[in-house]
């Protein structure tokens, strides 16, 4: 097959021609647009690229890129992005979800898809809602959320995307916000270049059923002292003047938010990230304002085979294997 | 391995005088730990390997290992065998081999009246009798009477068989099944060195195993020969079928529909076969038996579930691999929503249903018919499939085949019925020369010029297969109503209208690149024509050759193509006056043939599990002639 880039496509290139129907205001249209740029940053041929949905308003996605495309079935993504890879390798595929899509109707492909680890980007708009279907709650509302289902407030716990991730056995875990686009693009980056499954989690404004929900950390006067960017190797630290970070808790497992210089805390003590850490981005993961900073970056990276070297290394077809050779190749007999 | 037979001379050279038969029906009844699935197996390859037609009938219980000697645990092999066109399995078995009383009680009911039964007198214990629900020993009272039984001490007679290798109580005990084996053979006077051979092979790591095993077979082939002497035993022999000159191998409705895939994606001219599938009782074995062939290009998957199963499928095709799918009943029916998604994005997908008998878990080891309506009806929407179904194993290889034919030329989902009883039911097979069949390339669509997604091809309806990974065919599908031509999204009413058409016109089409029906034996005109499709083919055959014997106007149709049905299936069926529907549920065919065709038909229906025996289409017949 050949591949044809006739010349440097620009973000807008991988816009389809169809008019993005998504609520005014909504945080998918930052999402599309950073995509959009991110795509085209890393130069990637638009035939081989494929967006798998399922549904929901994230899912809506593949219609507004000029790639190949397929919305399909409430959470069924990643069965058929699996299928569309054991089929070709080779194809570049995305898929799109969001919190209910992933974590409640296909809550149960999302564990496999990540566990069997096939190389696809899979990212998971997660805006504590179901807004397609009119502001129910969904699998990560937060306790007490009022809805058309939830009247008196939510009573479930809301569980954790990327604990869950992290305990389906994902190789590549990490979480950005929708509008912060140069941040978002970094991670989408990263989990490009990441073989096996990349999970990305996007907090994701909705300004109709749920606004500002994220509002405690994606506020921009506060996100100094709300947000920590991890990096590989660098110090786990954050704040208006960097004075603030993460360190062990002495004599437990389990972490703590400090002020250097306060109670004779030094450099020294802040907690240096390893991204191929697991127990680390476990803890990273469920740290929640206002107690501690939303961390946010690649909290786990750490490769291993993807599902497609895997069944690339049980075997190949044969070139002059003969049918008529192989249904003989048990008990026959011939009549005279 | 390959042996050649001569049809005419006596393998055996036994010189005493045997009973000649045209044909038999002997059924192995044990226990379900008494190997008698294995058994029944090696019982099948030497009655092929001599030359005779054959239809065999595994009836095993859904629990693995049911409590040792209940009726529940009974597992059963019934093997037809004989001179003559062997279709069914038999109606009544002539000799039953019962290892134990509960494997007695159960198969009672079919055994022929005079027919023989030899028992393991040896596991006729108190207990066991008990467990069985035997207030007395019936080989000691009159129960048995109508027949002839044969007592013999099979435990004791394989204990001494194997003393001085060493085995445990356990080990030993288990080597029954081969004496039983070896006893069998004599008794058709058939040939020990294949089993011999198989034996060794079985047990290549554990010779003593091998050897004990041999020495029970070898045991309860001689018991034949000197116990004959003594007059207790009648040897029989069945003369050599009437089959046509050729290679054959033994083939299971399985095994034909792997092949028949397999066939089929070679005569599509396809590199890949992606195999989505959840293990369910029956439809597992098909995967097992993909899951071995990655040098033809076949890629299988065990899903987490039937859902991503069917996704996986569909992905596949997608991608421009054959997408195939399979399950029993339950699974199809989780299944549905993407059944649906895959007629609406227009893409080839197999799914294959061998059916079980429902509703819900129902009975997973018994066959049954009755998902005809979910396959032709069972989904939201106005969403038409074509639905296939195949009549006997072999027939399995030729309907796969066609159900790829059909499902990548007309871009749709081919829903392929088998049921449990194909599935197990194995018969010789004349293998075809598999280059030699012919070859209907699928088109992939690779120019630009033009393309539009959902253009349909004038002549098929099909849309074009536009593969991702091709240059400038970039186009977005879903599960939302498509603008005809462009693809996109359209909530236009009238465009919903010209689509819907369009799929039901599409699935309607196929009517016209099929054969036209024919009756598989007797008039195309007549008093009565019986209707059938699936398994129940050899049952039905059978009894309208009976009745065609017998001076009756009969005629047999049966169905491959249950959606659409053949052009000329009303015109067929307007020169009889009479239509009976003889179907393994409550009345699906029956309700389908009405419907379309306003045409007076009757039900006959069975849902016990078990096959139609040809006796009760027989009195079926007499009854719609009366």
């Given at each position: 097959?050949?591949?044809?880039?006739?010349?440097?496509?620009?973000?807008?290139?991988?816009?389809?021609?169809?008019?993005?129907?998504?609520?005014?205001?909504?945080?998918?249209?930052?999402?599309?647009?950073?995509?959009?740029?991110?795509?085209?940053?890393?130069?990637?041929?638009?035939?081989?690229?494929?967006?798998?949905?399922?549904?929901?308003?994230?899912?809506?996605?593949?219609?507004?890129?000029?790639?190949?495309?397929?919305?399909?079935?409430?959470?069924?993504?990643?069965?058929?992005?699996?299928?569309?890879?054991?089929?070709?390798?080779?194809?570049?595929?995305?898929?799109?979800?969001?919190?209910?899509?992933?974590?409640?109707?296909?809550?149960?492909?999302?564990?496999?898809?990540?566990?069997?680890?096939?190389?696809?980007?899979?990212?998971?708009?997660?805006?504590?809602?179901?807004?397609?279907?009119?502001?129910?709650?969904?699998?990560?509302?937060?306790?007490?959320?009022?809805?058309?289902?939830?009247?008196?407030?939510?009573?479930?716990?809301?569980?954790?995307?990327?604990?869950?991730?992290?305990?389906?056995?994902?190789?590549?875990?990490?979480?950005?916000?929708?509008?912060?686009?140069?941040?978002?693009?970094?991670?989408?980056?990263?989990?490009?270049?990441?073989?096996?499954?990349?999970?990305?989690?996007?907090?994701?404004?909705?300004?109709?059923?749920?606004?500002?929900?994220?509002?405690?950390?994606?506020?921009?006067?506060?996100?100094?002292?709300?947000?920590?960017?991890?990096?590989?190797?660098?110090?786990?630290?954050?704040?208006?003047?960097?004075?603030?970070?993460?360190?062990?808790?002495?004599?437990?497992?389990?972490?703590?938010?400090?002020?250097?210089?306060?109670?004779?805390?030094?450099?020294?003590?802040?907690?240096?990230?390893?991204?191929?850490?697991?127990?680390?981005?476990?803890?990273?993961?469920?740290?929640?304002?206002?107690?501690?900073?939303?961390?946010?970056?690649?909290?786990?990276?750490?490769?291993?085979?993807?599902?497609?070297?895997?069944?690339?290394?049980?075997?190949?077809?044969?070139?002059?294997?003969?049918?008529?050779?192989?249904?003989?190749?048990?008990?026959?007999?011939?009549?005279? | 391995?390959?042996?050649?037979?001569?049809?005419?001379?006596?393998?055996?050279?036994?010189?005493?005088?045997?009973?000649?038969?045209?044909?038999?029906?002997?059924?192995?009844?044990?226990?379900?730990?008494?190997?008698?699935?294995?058994?029944?197996?090696?019982?099948?390859?030497?009655?092929?390997?001599?030359?005779?037609?054959?239809t065999?009938?595994?009836?095993?219980?859904?629990?693995?290992?049911?409590?040792?000697?209940?009726?529940?645990?009974?597992?059963?092999?019934?093997?037809?065998?004989?001179?003559?066109?062997?279709k069914t399995?038999?109606?009544?078995?002539?000799?039953?081999?019962?290892?134990?009383?509960?494997?007695?009680?159960?198969?009672?009911?079919?055994?022929?009246?005079?027919?023989?039964?030899?028992?393991?007198?040896?596991?006729?214990?108190?207990?066991?009798?008990?467990?069985?629900?035997?207030?007395?020993?019936?080989?000691?009272?009159?129960?048995?009477?109508?027949?002839?039984?044969?007592?013999?001490?099979?435990?004791?007679?394989?204990?001494?068989?194997?003393?001085?290798?060493?085995?445990?109580?356990?080990?030993?005990?288990?080597?029954?099944?081969?004496?039983?084996?070896?006893?069998?053979?004599?008794?058709?006077?058939?040939?020990?060195?294949?089993?011999?051979?198989?034996?060794?092979?079985?047990?290549?790591?554990?010779?003593?195993?091998?050897?004990?095993?041999?020495?029970?077979?070898?045991?309860?082939?001689?018991?034949?020969?000197?116990?004959?002497?003594?007059?207790?035993?009648?040897?029989?022999?069945?003369?050599?079928?009437?089959?046509?000159?050729?290679?054959?191998?033994?083939i299971t409705g399985?095994?034909a529909?792997?092949?028949?895939?397999?066939?089929?994606?070679?005569?599509?001219?396809?590199?890949?076969?992606?195999?989505?599938?959840?293990?369910?009782?029956?439809?597992?074995?098909?995967?097992?038996?993909?899951?071995?062939?990655?040098?033809?290009?076949?890629?299988?998957?065990?899903?987490?579930?039937?859902?991503?199963?069917?996704?996986?499928?569909?992905?596949?095709?997608?991608?421009?691999?054959?997408?195939?799918?399979?399950?029993?009943?339950?699974?199809?029916?989780?299944?549905?929503?993407?059944?649906?998604?895959?007629?609406?994005?227009?893409?080839?997908?197999?799914?294959?249903?061998?059916?079980?008998?429902?509703?819900?878990?129902?009975?997973?080891?018994?066959?049954?018919?009755?998902?005809?309506?979910?396959?032709?009806?069972?989904?939201?929407?106005?969403?038409?499939?074509?639905?296939?179904a195949a009549a006997t194993s072999i027939d399995c290889f030729d309907v796969?085949?066609?159900?790829?034919?059909?499902?990548?030329?007309?871009?749709?989902?081919?829903?392929?019925?088998s049921?449990?009883y194909l599935?197990?039911a194995a018969e010789?097979w004349?293998?075809?020369?598999?280059?030699?069949?012919?070859?209907?390339?699928?088109?992939?669509?690779?120019?630009?010029?033009?393309?539009?997604?959902?253009?349909?091809?004038?002549?098929?309806?099909?849309?074009?297969?536009?593969?991702?990974?091709?240059?400038?065919?970039?186009?977005?599908?879903?599960?939302?109503?498509?603008?005809?031509?462009?693809?996109?999204?359209?909530?236009?009413?009238?465009?919903?209208?010209?689509?819907?058409?369009?799929?039901?016109?599409?699935?309607?089409?196929?009517?016209?690149?099929?054969?036209?029906?024919?009756?598989a034996?007797?008039?195309?005109?007549?008093?009565?024509?019986?209707?059938?499709?699936g398994s129940t083919f050899g049952?039905?055959n059978?009894?309208?050759?009976?009745?065609?014997?017998?001076?009756?106007?009969?005629?047999?149709?049966h169905?491959r193509?249950?959606?659409?049905?053949?052009?000329?299936?009303?015109?067929?069926?307007?020169?009889?006056?009479?239509?009976?529907?003889?179907?393994?549920?409550?009345?699906?065919?029956?309700?389908?043939?009405?419907?379309?065709?306003?045409?007076?038909?009757?039900?006959?229906?069975?849902?016990?599990?078990?096959?139609?025996?040809?006796?009760?289409?027989?009195?079926?017949?007499?009854?719609?002639?009366?």
């Amino acid at each position: 097959m050949t591949t044809t880039i006739p010349q440097q496509l620009k973000p807008k290139d991988f816009a389809s021609d169809q008019e993005v129907r998504w609520c005014p205001g909504c945080g998918d249209y930052a999402i599309l647009k950073a995509i959009q740029k991110t795509l085209a940053e890393l130069e990637v041929a638009p035939e081989r690229t494929v967006f798998v949905s399922g549904i929901g308003c994230s899912s809506r996605f593949p219609y507004y890129m000029s790639t190949y495309g397929f919305h399909t079935i409430h959470g069924r993504a990643p069965g058929i992005a699996t299928g569309l890879k054991l089929a070709n390798p080779d194809l570049d595929v995305w898929v799109i979800t969001g919190d209910g899509d992933g974590l409640s109707i296909g809550g149960n492909h999302l564990l496999h898809v990540l566990r069997r680890n096939v190389d696809l980007q899979i990212v998971l708009f997660n805006n504590e809602i179901y807004g397609l279907t009119k502001g129910q709650v969904s699998p990560t509302s937060r306790i007490g959320t009022k809805s058309p289902t939830s009247p008196q407030g939510s009573i479930a716990h809301p569980l954790s995307p990327v604990a869950v991730a992290l305990g389906a056995g994902a190789r590549f875990v990490a979480r950005a916000i929708d509008i912060d686009q140069k941040h978002l693009i970094e991670v989408l980056t990263a989990a490009h270049a990441h073989r096996g499954a990349s999970f990305v989690e996007i907090f994701q404004n909705c300004p109709v059923y749920n606004d500002d929900v994220f509002h405690d950390f994606t506020d921009r006067a506060n996100a100094p002292d709300t947000q920590l960017h991890v990096e590989h190797g660098k110090p786990l630290r954050y704040g208006k003047d960097g004075n603030r970070g993460i360190r062990l808790k002495p004599g437990a497992l389990d972490v703590e938010a400090v002020v250097i210089g306060q109670n004779g805390i030094t450099e020294d003590d802040i907690l240096v990230h390893d991204q191929t850490n697991k127990t680390l981005a476990g803890l990273l993961g469920t740290l929640r304002p206002p107690e501690f900073p939303e961390v946010l970056g690649v909290l786990y990276n750490d490769p291993i085979d993807s599902y497609e070297m895997q069944v690339a290394a049980l075997g190949a077809a044969g070139n002059d294997v003969s049918l008529n050779d192989l249904i003989r190749k048990t008990r026959t007999w011939t009549v005279a | 391995m390959s042996t050649t037979v001569p049809k005419t001379t006596d393998p055996s050279g036994s010189q005493q005088a045997r009973e000649i038969r045209e044909s038999v029906v002997v059924r192995f009844a044990g226990d379900s730990g008494d190997g008698m699935q294995m058994t029944g197996s090696q019982f099948t390859i030497e009655t092929a390997l001599a030359g005779l037609d054959l239809t065999t009938f595994p009836d095993y219980p859904a629990e693995i290992r049911a409590p040792v000697g209940t009726t529940f645990g009974v597992s059963a092999f019934q093997i037809h065998f004989g001179s003559v066109d062997v279709k069914t399995a038999g109606d009544e078995v002539d000799v039953l081999i019962a290892m134990n009383p509960a494997a007695l009680k159960v198969s009672l009911a079919n055994l022929s009246l005079g027919g023989t039964i030899v028992a393991d007198t040896g596991s006729f214990s108190e207990r066991n009798l008990l467990k069985a629900g035997y207030d007395a020993n019936p080989l000691e009272d009159d129960t048995l009477a109508p027949y002839q039984v044969i007592p013999l001490d099979i435990t004791r007679l394989t204990m001494s068989a194997v003393e001085g290798f060493g085995l445990s109580k356990k080990e030993a005990l288990r080597c029954r099944n081969m004496w039983a084996l070896g006893l069998m053979l004599w008794m058709y006077d058939r040939d020990l060195t294949a089993t011999t051979a198989w034996l060794t092979k079985k047990f290549a790591s554990r010779e003593t195993l091998a050897q004990s095993n041999n020495a029970a077979l070898i045991a309860g082939h001689a018991y034949g020969e000197t116990a004959e002497l003594s007059g207790n035993l009648v040897g029989y022999r069945v003369k050599d079928a009437d089959l046509p000159p050729g290679q054959y191998r033994t083939i299971t409705g399985t095994e034909a529909i792997v092949w028949g895939l397999v066939s089929g994606l070679r005569s599509a001219g396809l590199e890949r076969l992606v195999f989505g599938s959840y293990p369910i009782t029956p439809a597992s074995p098909v995967l097992h038996a993909l899951a071995k062939m990655r040098e033809l290009g076949v890629y299988t998957f065990q899903a987490e579930d039937e859902i991503a199963a069917i996704c996986s499928a569909i992905g596949a095709s997608y991608g421009g691999a054959l997408g195939v799918t399979s399950s029993s009943g339950p699974g199809i029916a989780l299944k549905t929503e993407a059944i649906g998604l895959a007629v609406s994005v227009e893409l080839p997908l197999v799914i294959l249903n061998v059916q079980r008998a429902g509703p819900s878990t129902g009975l997973p080891t018994k066959t049954e018919q009755s998902d005809l309506f979910q396959a032709v009806y069972g989904r939201n929407g106005d969403t038409p499939v074509a639905v296939l179904a195949a009549a006997t194993s072999i027939d399995c290889f030729d309907v796969a085949r066609e159900a790829v034919r059909l499902a990548t030329k007309y871009m749709t989902p081919v829903i392929l019925l088998s049921d449990g009883y194909l599935a197990n039911a194995a018969e010789p097979w004349l293998i075809p020369d598999l280059d030699a069949l012919e070859d209907w390339p699928a088109r992939q669509r690779t120019d630009p010029e033009g393309f539009q997604p959902f253009e349909h091809d004038p002549e098929t309806l099909a849309r074009p297969w536009a593969v991702p990974g091709t240059p400038g065919l970039m186009h977005r599908i879903g599960g939302i109503e498509k603008e005809q031509g462009s693809g996109h999204i359209s909530y236009d009413s009238a465009n919903h209208q010209a689509m819907t058409d369009l799929r039901v016109a599409k699935i309607a089409n196929i009517a016209n690149d099929i054969p036209e029906q024919d009756v598989a034996l007797g008039d195309r005109t007549g008093t009565l024509a019986l209707v059938g499709w699936g398994s129940t083919f050899g049952p039905i055959n059978k009894a309208v050759e009976q009745a065609r014997e017998r001076g009756q106007s009969v005629s047999h149709i049966h169905l491959r193509y249950l959606n659409p049905f053949p052009a000329n299936l009303a015109s067929l069926l307007d020169g009889f006056e009479k239509i009976l529907v003889p179907e393994m549920n409550a009345g699906q065919l029956v309700t389908m043939l009405r419907s379309r065709y306003l045409v007076p038909a009757k039900g006959l229906n069975k849902v016990t599990g078990q096959p139609f025996k040809i006796s009760d289409v027989a009195s079926a017949i007499d009854a719609a002639l009366e």
